[in-house]
């Protein structure tokens, strides 16, 4: 017993001797707790005019400490920083709720260690990452009015997503952006950057609406700085107090205005405004005079509205009311959407639509397949018009010869436009027409055949020779497209000089310009000679038309197609219409023989037949005839 007793208090005493020799009783020189790993640097900004910037680092301890590390560039030796932790954001200020470690101007260094605020707040690594708060750094004990450096922190920390807008000039040429960057949290820090603005404090806003309609101050902003061109703001509530994300911003009904010099500085829409570069353009025609022009755009707002933007020149000083009305400008109709008056010195109306005058919304893609048409009002009459939405002409035309009948000095053209749609533009364009009105119309089948009024057309004007028309129906309420009346079985006839004045065979009857020539040769003692052209429709039918020479005024000579030759003779298998001995000619539309069968041009002229004129319908002497067809040489 003795000897265990023995023993035991010599290891007891090795103990205390190895413990001694290795310090491990002094409290000051126990192992320091280890870092976890777990980190997060924010930046610190230089402030101006200061060039010094770096970072703080939040770095987690086993102890569930924080070890706080600044780390500057740009500071001297002998210098001394005071940094502090303060609540809220840099651009909203707060009081300071914990001191740090002044930094070091030989190193550019400070390390607090971390586990409470000033006020004794326990706060944990988690808890410093999710605090509203920023760090400054200032320029000395005797000068903490002095920034130079600072950063937001926790969820003040900005975000990498940004949204740029760049900001239109108002009055003094100022240019600038505003930018709107995310917060860690959610919300929103809102720079404005100016270059040329003079010296001064100018207030800034969010307003509802548009730039174009104007609206109230929903979002108070920093005043501008006019020496730097700068303010920076925290938002995350309107004025109402209703609270408004990053997001919530980014598709704000709202717009942006700095105000000052008089005027607006500089000004922006922003959010849902915002345009999205997606445009269309319209010339807009004059009207009332002829050196005016210009263009309607409209361009699409991100929240899918409209921005109508109307640029004129050449128009006279003064105010004139402009409209989107229903329909085309050829049919009229009544106005549908009030714009902006053009403003004559600046020939410029800037309009934000987005609803009908009827209160029905609009959007941009609606508009742009609206129909309708634009006018500018003044000068007595319109100033400028357009054809808008589904009524654009779309560039697909068919242009018609507009042949003359009662007077040969008579022409012109017949034009049929595409538009948007699916619908027509039809414009009548005569040379050599006496003043006066004259009415116009499409019929039902060929010129040659006749028929009845299918679509009524505007009145041509003898002084211009113009008329012009909107077509999307015939006159019985059936619909009718521009590819439909393209393949119309119709005629086009301008009526008046005692008969008609122009006509043309349309759709589907118009003359592909491929023809078949033959001769008639004058038989016996007539002196009646002259030529039957075969003429091949669009449909493949035939038109054929007898020209004479030597046919006495007052005459009537009715016209056959006979089988075989000339020379044998041969039944009649086609009437043909009677030729006048006034103006020799007889034209007639071919899709049948007499007895019914079918026939087209094709094989018109490959038939085993002949053509003969005869004296009178009392008496079927042969004046004239010629071979046709395969007969033909």
Known sequence: MKTLLKTLLMC???????????????????PQPQLTGDSKTFVLAPVSPSATSGTVTFAERDDDKVLVTIQLTGTQSGNTHPAHIHANSAAETGAIILDLTAVNGADGKSETVVNALNDGTVVTYEDLLALDGYVNVH?????????????????NELTADTKVYTLTPVAGGVLGTLTIAKRQKGTSLVTVALTGVPAGSYSSHFHSGTVAQGGP??????????????????????????????????????????????????????GGNELTGVTKVYTASPVADQSIGGTLTIAKRKRGTSLVTVALTGVPAGNYNSHFHSSSMAQ???????????NGTTGMAVTSVDTLNNGNAITYDELLNYNGHFNVHGLGSYVVQADIGGNELTG??????ALPVADQSIGGTLTIAKRKRGTSLVSVALTGTPAGNYNSHFHSSTAAVGGPITINLK??????????????TLNNGTAITYEELLNYDGHFNVHGLGSYVVQTDIGQNELTGVHQHYDLVAAGASGVSGMASFDKRKNGKALIT?????????????????AGTAAAGGAIVLDLKNVSGTTGVSATSINTLN???????????????????HLSPDDLTIITQGNIGSNAQ
């Not at 020779?465 to 999307?472: N, S």
């Not at 007898?546 to 006979?562: D, K, R």
């Open 595 to 613: 007895d019914a069968t079918a026939i087209t041009y094709d094989q018109l002229i490959a038939f085993n037949g002949h053509l003969n004129v």
């Open 12 to 30: 007891s005493l090795l103990a205390s001797a190895l413990i001694y020799l290795s310090g491990c009783n002094d409290d000051d020189d126990e």
């Open 139 to 155: 320029a000395s004990e005797s000068d903490l009015g002095t920034l130079i450096a600072q950063g937001d922190i926790g969820v």
């Open 546 to 562: 007898i020209e004479l020479i030597g046919t006495t005024a007052g005459g009537t000579h009715p016209s056959h197609i006979h």
């Open 217 to 270: 101050i929903t979002i108070n902003l920093n005043p501008v700085d006019g020496t730097t061109g700068k303010a920076v703001t925290s938002v995350d509530t309107l004025n109402n107090g209703n609270a408004i994300t990053y997001e919530e911003l980014l598709n704000y009904n709202g717009h942006f205005n700095v105000h000052g010099l008089g005027s607006y500085v500089v000004q922006a829409d922003i």
């Open 332 to 342: 009229g109709g009544p106005i549908t959407i009030n714009l902006k008056q053009v």
């Open 459 to 472: 009145q041509v004007n003898g002084t211009t020779g113009k008329a012009v028309t909107g077509v999307d």
């Open 396 to 401: 697909d035309t068919k242009v018609y010869p």
